[in-house]
């Protein structure tokens, strides 16, 4: 299967931009119409796309969209994250990678891309969707030199980069942070991330970025019950984003804001999340042991708690993502 | 061997409180006076004391002190904390177990014990010293319903829980705390703890507190260079420790201090931590990447940083336990 499709692949490239008939591809690889047929499917399973008429046959449209760790370098202008990268075909998770590449001594910025995952996790242990190729799934190694108890500061830094990597990126596109680091394209989900910490004492050891990105999806690669709260930079902006490209920029756009963080703080960071947000003034609800809470999400405190206005005009600060929004989310 | 060393137990639990010479030992398990002699010493290793004369032979004073489950479950006054525990004879570190229980779904209050660790670990990757039998080497599992800021919190209500606890069951002793977490008596370290925490985003999701007592240790348990800056409850108290009722009492506390914590906040725990503390009034010298510093420890503030004053006046806060104590330590 796997040399039918690389031959298939081969008499393809050797006429580029040319219609091949099925029965001029029978002949030269001498197996039958049917036979062709299901390899064409299972090339654009793995990201070809082909163009296909009754008459001339089929025409090969475009090659998947495959990173390569010399695709991201030639785009890289950090000093530190992503100068180590590792792409992989399929993994279960690149998280689960990530913390394996630690363990064994993955240095400072080390990146994981995969074209797959196949239990692709996000917050809470919630599924992330993974379809081959179409996305952007990756994990980063982080030492940063900070107390353990200003970690929650680097999970809203790490929203803001995104955003501005995607804005940066894919122009056509206005993503905004829904508390605390999802971004939303008119209220659908379009990134997740993830940062999971490991400490000893008040001392942070590393975190790993988990950033997941709906890139090149179309409407047919969501199952059904996604597509009223899910899109894709290619649904919303009707561009193929260049994965490569993006990542290059989110790694920039972190690094620099780490760098104002380390210089200046909480503040300035605080400034882009909430100019950014899409949750300050909605109603968000919350429990916690004490209760259930509605109120008016009004900003952030300095530890990067939502700070909500209750209907009695108090002020309550939560601090757990199982925040849940009043309404459609 | 094995045989041989529980053929040796029967026959002086046989004969308690005599004197079983070597002639008599040789006779009865067909074995020289040479190999006795070795397998007593292999006992000694075990825990086994014995009062060696050299007209009258061998008398057992007294069998190794081993924890069992049983032995803590008997004491124990707290809810949750300790309602599950697994003893273990030798480990790699209570930690790595501790961990991998977690994986596997431990639940809140999961205590692991070893008698003996071969890669004990303290902060900062360092070697934790646990000859088999004298100490007590702990971790204990907890998934505190916390925002991950406030977790440098319990590094210090751990501290101040132990050196409770230490005081209730060995009176004798005044233990006092260095920042952040090591408890001292007359300025040797009596036991170390560490806490190993893992997050998603803001939430904790489980923290691994372990901890290293030295209790029933004598001088020759500890290699020439550890001497000057280390002790045991035993070689300051001159009584053998019930290591099962201290592991209770300090699990009660901890439930105790959390409790109020949860109801309270940080404020009584940073008293309580104040009041124990050795660190403050003295000089410590901390170093960042903007440099060294050397001030007088004069408080805790509100997330557990330690508080110095410096030459100039001017107050510095540190958070990494990379901070040393001017002087001896």
């Known amino acids: ?21 099925g029965s001029e ?38 090659v998947p969209d495959t990173l390569q760790p010399s695709d991201i370098a030639s785009l890289l202008r950090t000093k530190t994250l992503g100068r180590t990268v ?37 917050r809470l242990g919630r599924h992330w969707h993974s379809p081959k190729g179409k996305g952007i799934y990756m994990s980063l190694v982080v030492k940063p030199d900070i107390p353990l108890h200003m970690t929650p500061h680097l999970t809203l830094l790490a929203a803001v980069a995104l955003c501005r990597a995607i804005r940066r990126v894919v122009p056509e596109v206005s993503p905004g942070i829904k508390w605390p680091n999802d971004l939303l394209i008119d209220g659908k989900k379009i990134s997740g991330i993830l940062l999971e910490s490991s400490a000893e004492n008040e001392n942070l050891q590393y975190i790993i970025t988990g950033v997941g ?10 199952p059904e019950e996604l597509l009223p709260k899910a899109t894709s930079l290619y649904m919303e902006s009707g561009k193929r984003v260049d994965r490569a490209a993006l990542i290059a920029e989110f790694l920039l756009q972190l690094e620099e804001l780490f760098d104002l963080y380390m210089s ?28 259930e809470y509605e109120g008016t999400a009004v900003g952030l405190n300095d530890w990067g708690g939502l700070v909500l206005k209750l209907a009695d005009g108090t002020l309550k600060t939560i601090y757990s993502a199982n925040a849940r929004e009043s309404g459609h989310m």
């Open 86 to 122: 590792h792409c992989y075909e399929e993994v279960d998770s690149t998280q689960n990678i990530a913390h394996r590449l630690v363990q064994a001594g993955a240095e400072e910025g080390t990146l994981i891309v995969a074209e797959r995952q196949t239990t692709g996790r996000g």
């Open 213 to 222: 990105i709906s890139c090149n999806l179309q409407k047919e690669d969501y």
């Open 25 to 62: 591809i029978s002949r030269q690889l001498h197996v039958s119409r049917t036979a062709i047929w299901k390899h064409i499917q299972a090339l654009k399973e793995d990201g070809y796309t082909f163009e296909a008429s009754p008459r001339l046959g089929y025409k090969l449209l475009s």
């Open 1 to 21: 299967m796997v040399l039918m499709k690389e031959r298939l692949i081969a008499l393809f490239g050797a006429a580029p931009d040319e219609y091949l008939s």
């Open 264 to 291: 200046q703080g909480f503040g300035p960071i605080r400034t882009l999340w909430e100019a950014s947000a899409v949750t300050l003034g909605q109603s968000v609800r919350s429990s916690d042991p004490n209760g």
